[in-house]
Nanobody
Framework: QVQLVESGGGLVQPGGSLRLSCVAS????????MQWYRQAPGKEREWVAR????????FYADSVKGRFTISRDNTRNTVYLQMDSLRPDDTAVYLC????????WGQGTQVTVSS
């Protein structure tokens, strides 16, 4: 079955960096576009970034453009989210997503940006 396992979250000061990872299994990873979303307390889930199957095309929400970088390693079935210049409003649970006949989600990893 499809499984997505995120890691790499934590507490970081404003201006700091974190790198999230999402290890995937149960589907043809190297043929599947991957996405990151986030959900802050009391807010709707927000799309963050997308990468195509080959990794050559990436797309970002305006709120993270220029600060976040999505990448993937198809040999490791892993997608990454490098987050730089973090701000308090980046605080959220970050979730990995793939659509394989239906949408699948990981359990999420908490990112807290605070001094």
């Amino acid at each position: 079955q499809v499984q997505l396992v995120e890691s790499g979250g934590g507490l970081v000061q404003p201006g700091g960096s974190l790198r999230l990872s999402c290890v995937a299994s149960g589907f043809f990873f190297s043929a599947s576009p991957m996405q990151w979303y986030r959900q802050a307390p009391g807010k709707e889930r927000e799309w963050v970034a997308r990468i195509n199957a080959g990794g050559g095309s990436t797309f970002y929400a305006d709120s993270v453009k220029g600060r976040f970088t999505i990448s993937r390693d198809n040999t490791r079935n892993t997608v990454y989210l490098q987050m730089d210049s973090l701000r308090p409003d980046d605080t959220a649970v970050y979730l990995c997503n793939v659509f394989v006949r239906e949408a699948y989600w990981g359990q999420g990893t908490q990112v807290t940006v605070s001094s």
